[in-house]
């Protein structure tokens, strides 16, 4: 019956050899599905079929070589600490032969003296565990605002015009400018580092997400809707996987940005009920014009900056970015 | 089963907008179990068909019946998730079709053995090669259980070995599952290689220009003489269509 339809449906080119056969010959019978096939001809063809394509199969892939741990070593961690003690050598160099004043340009064993000063006094340690705390908690704060935040932005486009430009905007604005507001407004509580935290952090979060999300391939979205997802198990299961590289490398710069924000407000409120962290330990030794406690200070902060960064973030988006095929190679 | 119209399209005119159409009055029924190459240049509107058959588009005017559980499709990008495996590709299908936890792993494993890649479960799409992509990403629209397979240019991007090998796959799939097959190419040996019937649409608007059916459809290759005959005889057709656009 189809086949009549089919004769009338558009021009259809008569060719001598066309034979116009039953559908019913044809076709073959849909409850083949589960039975194996039953003749020796078929199953040798078969057989053939499969051998070949595991024969292509293997000529084009690479079996994947994981980089080795010396490997690692030797081709990322290797050079950093190469350079940081090629520049110590350099500024103990220069300490040496140019004889600046010490109270201004300290060496780097004054520097060294300065820390373990600092720590044995217990000061060191109360400041690192202070900071810490408040940043990652301020961070985790900041993460918990800003996911939702930057989702509800990247999925509903006239909210995303609206409020869109002025997220962007507010990660131009350096969030010290924050804190003169805070203290308005919390006075010197911690709430006043955590606010400040919070505006640091939150704009680069959103951010991330929704340049994630807009990265998508359009092609994921709609094999997802063929796939028979609505609009939830869309976001859920294919959206949300699919954006978590601009996500994390959001969150990177998130952490970046709580933890530069924390040190600014650090600085700049002291005393109250706030405790005593790594900005109030530099300013401490500025009031005192101890340059090598300042440097010292410095120098802490930016370490575990470095050390936050290397030992949560890279390996959670080299992962990532390895299972996703993104990481050339093992460079 | 069997003699029963899967997919019927009728007098439908496809525009975008305020654009010219698309598609004009174009007329087609498949019969369940059929497989069905759309061949035509480009422009013709076949990948507009084959969005309007799968529901990812709304025709302008006219109508299309298919069945009521829809329709699976496959693109000429395998579009599998980058961060999951062969398998968990698979099993994202079982799971947004419905199947229970339990049953997902065993059941995509079967598919995956189906189009030869058992042992590539665990591999994550860029550790395959594009062959094999195509491959799960055949398994995943077989994961959807639907009776109709609406496949868009499948092997337009792959070398010719491997195209070849992925006929006689696709071939095999489909004897063996009595799936409905739309195939849109614009290949026309590939057409006369895979097709029960190969249909022609002229281009601007696309219309159906030609029919052709083919009566012996076990053992073909792409290079056997019945398919290079049946080439040629299209390929005319096809050529006056496009010169009826240089006027």
């Known amino acids: 019956m189809p086949h009549d339809e089919n004769s009338t449906a558009g021009r259809v080119a008569t060719q001598e050899r066309i034979e116009t056969l039953e559908a019913d010959t044809e076709i073959p019978a849909p409850d083949l599905d589960t039975r194996p096939p039953s003749s020796g001809a078929t199953r040798q063809a078969n057989d053939d079929l499969r051998s070949l394509e595991a024969g292509l199969d293997r000529l084009q892939t690479d079996p994947e070589h994981a980089p080795r741990a010396w490997q690692r070593f030797t081709t990322s961690v290797l050079p950093p600490i190469l350079f940081v003690l090629a520049l110590i050598a350099a500024w103990q160099l220069y300490v040496v032969i140019a004889q600046p004043r010490p109270d201004i340009v300290p060496g780097p064993l004054d520097v060294l003296a300065a820390m373990s000063q600092a720590w044995e006094s217990g000061r060191l340690q109360t400041a690192v565990l202070t900071s810490l705390e408040r940043g990652v908690v301020g961070f985790l704060i900041a993460v918990v605002v800003g996911t939702p935040l930057g989702?509800?932005?990247?999925?509903?486009?006239?909210?995303?015009?609206?409020?869109?430009?002025?997220?962007?905007?507010?990660?131009?604005?350096?969030?010290?400018?924050?804190?003169?507001?805070?203290?308005?407004?919390?006075?010197?509580?911690?709430?006043?580092?955590?606010?400040?935290?919070?505006?640091?952090?939150?704009?680069?979060?959103?951010?991330?997400?929704?340049?994630?999300?807009?990265?998508?391939?359009?092609?994921?979205?709609?094999?997802?809707?063929?796939?028979?997802?609505?609009?939830?198990?869309?976001?859920?299961?294919?959206?949300?996987?699919?954006?978590?590289?601009?996500?994390?490398?959001?969150?990177?710069?998130?952490?970046?940005?709580?933890?530069?924000?924390?040190?600014a407000a650090e600085i700049i409120a002291v005393g109250g009920t706030i405790g005593f962290g790594l900005g109030s330990m530099l300013q401490q030794s500025r009031e005192l014009a101890d340059i090598g406690g300042v440097l010292a200070a410095v120098l802490v902060i930016l370490f575990i900056g470095i050390l936050i960064e290397l030992v949560f973030f890279a390996p959670l988006e080299r992962r990532m970015l390895r299972r996703r095929g993104l990481l050339g190679g093992t460079r | 089963m069997s003699g029963q119209t899967a997919i019927r399209i009728e007098q439908l005119g496809k525009r975008f907008g305020a654009g010219p159409l698309v598609l004009d009055d174009v007329n087609l029924s498949v019969g369940a179990g059929e497989f069905v190459c759309l061949l035509g240049a480009s422009g013709c509107g076949k990948s507009t068909l084959l969005n309007l058959i799968a529901g990812l588009d709304r025709p302008t005017t006219g109508t299309i019946d298919v069945p009521a559980e829809g329709a699976a499709v496959m693109f000429q990008e395998s579009a599998l998730m980058p961060w999951l495996t062969a398998r968990q590709n698979v099993e994202l299908a079982l799971r947004l079709r419905g199947v229970a936890r339990s049953a997902r792993r065993g059941e995509a494993l079967e598919l995956l053995d189906t189009v030869n890649l058992a042992d590539a479960a665990e591999k994550r799409p860029h550790e395959l090669s594009g062959g094999m992509r195509q491959r799960v990403a055949l398994a995943r629209a077989l994961a959807q259980d639907r009776p109709v397979l609406l496949m868009d240019e499948p092997f337009a991007a792959l070398d010719a070995i491997t195209r070849d090998l992925l006929h006689e796959e696709l071939e095999r799939v489909w004897r063996r599952t009595g799936r409905t097959i739309v195939f849109v190419t614009h290949n026309v040996r590939e057409a006369a290689r895979l097709g029960q019937r190969v249909v022609l649409l002229s281009s601007r608007p696309g219309r159906v220009a030609g029919e052709w059916r083919i009566a012996e459809t076990s053992g073909r290759r792409i290079e056997s003489p019945e398919v290079a005959a049946l080439s040629i005889e299209i390929t005319e057709q096809l050529r006056k269509e496009i010169r009826r656009n240089a006027a």
């Open chain 1, 151 to 263: 989702l509800l932005l990247a999925e509903v486009k006239p909210l995303r015009r609206a409020v869109g430009p002025i997220i962007s905007g507010l990660q131009v604005l350096p969030s010290v400018a924050w804190v003169p507001a805070a203290i308005l407004w919390f006075g010197l509580t911690d709430a006043t580092v955590y606010f400040v935290v919070l505006m640091g952090a939150t704009p680069s979060i959103v951010n991330g997400l929704i340049a994630g999300v807009e990265q998508v391939p359009p092609q994921l979205r709609r094999v997802g809707t063929v796939l028979g997802a609505g609009r939830t198990r869309l976001a859920t299961l294919v959206v949300l996987p699919a954006a978590l590289p601009g996500y994390v490398a959001g969150l990177k710069q998130g952490w970046a940005f709580s933890w530069r924000s924390l040190m």
